[in-house]
């Protein structure tokens, strides 16, 4: 048996003083564990909003926009978190992101 998802104690936290980014990188994280990009995205696009130098947070908006089916939205995602990331020193982040990016860009060339 699964543990339970620590989803609905994190979203009683939304619209309180504890909503910040890191709040809404966790809900956007368990919604992708779940399986639901969807309802990851408005999460993860409130924790970029929030913080926009948040890098781990670009990498699962990427992760989450590209699951949902919206490849150039998540290519702009991966490029604007490698950017971040690098500017932070983040080189595993960025590397990580860039590799997404490339599958994404091969992927959108051998479609079109």
């Known amino acids: 048996m ?20 890191l709040l809404r ?5 368990e ?3 779940a399986g639901d990009p969807g309802g990851a995205l408005p999460h993860l696009q409130e ?3 929030r913080d926009p130098n948040h890098s781990a947070a670009w ?17 702009a995602a991966y490029e ?5 990331a690098e500017a ?7 590397k990580e992101m860039a590799v997404f990016a490339r599958r994404l860009r091969r992927s959108a060339g051998g479609a079109g």
């Not at 604007?80 to 971040?84: E, L, Q, S, T």
């Not at 932070?88 to 960025?94: L, N, S, V």
């Open 47 to 49: 924790a970029v909003a």
């Open 88 to 94: 932070r020193g983040d080189k595993q982040a960025a």
């Open 25 to 29: 990188f966790s809900i956007g994280a």
């Open 31 to 33: 919604y992708l564990k």
């Open 59 to 75: 990498k699962l908006l990427g992760r989450a926009l590209g699951e949902a089916g919206k490849p150039a939205e998540a290519l």
């Open 2 to 21: 699964s543990p339970p998802s620590p989803l609905p104690g994190l979203l009683k936290l939304v619209g309180t003083p504890r909503d910040r980014a």
């Open 80 to 84: 604007r978190g490698i950017a971040v």
